[in-house]
């Protein structure tokens, strides 16, 4: 008995100590890196703690990105010293928190021990989980309240109860406030809490259903109400999309398999493994067959998303980044399906587990050579410049033609230039004819940062905007502070 408790919350534990001490091996002190959505979670951070609310690196309402990592990163901030500093532990905390969770959810399903070491293993150490950890992106902690969410509902047996139908809701709605993407967990939770009570308790399922859905879409509904009455739109102003290319799914296939194999064989033969493990989701127990289509759902429905809205508007294609929450349910998925072959004529625990030890060689040789490496130097790594900004143009707006280079470095709000191709993701963007206009209503002068050559024509062209007068207050060999006055 004493032996059974201690692995109830050793075996969990470990994991969890095994995921979190990776990614802290990975970053090797450096910290977290940033593109440039990064940059607008911590400028909005950022402000949260300055007391103004979630706004990006302009200044602006914060449209592009639900709120909910942001305000968890300036929760954390003061306790651990700031928000880049918060963002290493969430990502800590997320990835031993999801490898935990699912050990112990593989334990009451009665996987063998080996095949826990080996899902442990994978969880820990694959590619994708570590090359997100290594940002301050909001995937990590999305694809843990996804996992979460769906664990309340699918890891007990029998039908839901109004309890674990809030519970999930609360999960599935903090998941959809973490990434837009997080509809699909809403979707993949209540569809769960239907399957579970169909059969003998259709109307109860309907209403918890129900419960769950509405828990989760309040806070989002308000939110997307506030972009609305803000932008016009209720995430933001985006660029259509490339539209749907079967070649999309085969991006999404081609990830989640190379967790597991490489080369161009890899997607072939985890298709043959995953049809394999199919052919024994029948006979599995249901406590396991509920398992594996819950999170086989919450895979299907994340990947799907992730389709539509790739192919609707303008953001970075399908690849590691954004199926990274949902290499945790393939990981899930694998290790089950493959323990239920133990159940086969002429198949043992032994031999079952010697594949699936087989099934860890490469991610953890792949992802101990990457933590040896340690975190690549990246854009957050740049040194800051050595000018310092003159003191009577610290107060006023600044503007700069690399604001995602500049905010990072002063942690002050700053825009884009004015300019007649607008981008469509940046709603404050100013014409070019109502610049000077603009300078003399807030005060009659400005900053401009200039990152580059002086010969460049894209300084010209901003220099021969009419109203606006030009001086150089200070320079060395890679940026130029101007002060603009409006005339």
């Not at 091996?25 to 979630?54: E, F, I, K, T």
């Not at 099934?359 to 050579?369: E, R």
């Amino acid at each position: 008995m004493i032996r059974h408790r201690w692995q109830a919350v050793g075996y969990p534990l470990a994991a969890g100590v095994l995921a979190g001490g990776a990614v802290l091996l990975y970053l090797r002190g450096r910290g977290l890196d940033l593109s440039p959505d990064s940059v607008s979670y911590l400028a909005a951070a950022d402000q949260v703690l300055a007391g103004h609310g979630p706004r990006d690196f302009q200044g602006g309402p914060l449209v592009l990105w639900p709120p909910f990592y942001p305000l968890l990163l300036a929760a954390a901030a003061p306790v651990v010293g700031g928000v880049l500093a918060a963002g290493v532990l969430v990502q800590t905390l997320a990835q031993a928190l999801v490898a935990g969770l699912l050990v112990h959810w593989w334990r009451r399903l009665g996987v063998a021990t080996p095949l826990l070491a080996a899902g442990a293993a994978i969880l820990a150490l694959n590619r994708v989980t570590l090359h997100a950890a290594g940002y301050l992106w909001s995937e990590p902690l999305y694809g843990l309240l996804a996992l979460a969410a769906v664990a309340v509902v699918a890891v007990p047996e029998g039908p839901v109860n109004g309890r674990r139908a809030a519970a999930a809701g609360v999960l599935a709605g903090a998941a959809w406030a973490t990434r837009y993407l997080g509809v699909a967990v809403v979707a993949t939770v209540v569809t769960a809490i239907l399957a579970a009570g169909w059969r003998g308790h259709r109307r109860r399922a309907l209403l918890l259903a129900a419960l769950a859905g509405a828990i989760a879409a309040a806070p989002m509904a308000a939110w997307m109400l506030q972009n609305l009455q803000a932008v016009g739109s209720t995430t933001g102003p985006r660029s259509p999309g490339p539209g749907f290319s079967v070649a999309m799914i085969w991006e999404a296939w081609r990830v989640l398999s190379r967790v597991f194999l490489s080369g161009v064989l890899s997607g072939p033969v985890v298709l043959v493994l995953v049809v394999i493990g199919l052919t024994r989701l029948p006979a599995v127990t249901p406590a396991a067959r509920r398992a594996s289509l819950a999170v086989g759902g919450l895979l299907l429905a994340h990947t799907a998303v992730l389709i539509a809205s790739v192919s609707a508007v303008a953001m970075d294609g399908i690849g590691r980044r954004f199926m990274q929450p949902v290499v945790a349910p393939a990981v899930f998925l694998a290790v089950l399906l493959l323990d239920q072959q133990r159940r086969r004529p002429r198949l043992g625990t032994r031999i079952v587990a010697g594949l699936g030890v087989l099934l860890a060689v490469y991610p953890v040789i792949t992802g101990v050579a990457m933590i040896r490496r340690g975190r690549p130097l990246g854009d957050g790594d740049r040194p800051a410049p050595t000018l310092a900004v003159p003191p009577e143009l610290r107060d006023v707006p600044w503007y700069s033609n690399e604001p995602l280079r500049v905010y990072p470095w002063q942690r002050r709000p700053v825009s884009h230039p004015p300019s007649r191709e607008r981008q469509p993701t940046v709603a404050s963007q100013l014409a070019p004819e109502r610049w000077g206009e603009a300078l003399r209503a807030g005060g009659g002068e400005a900053c401009f940062l200039w990152w580059g050559a002086r010969d460049d024509g894209r300084l010209a062209d901003l220099q021969a905007i009419p109203g606006v007068r030009w001086e150089e207050a200070a320079a060395d060999s890679q940026l130029i502070i101007f002060r603009l006055r409006g005339r």
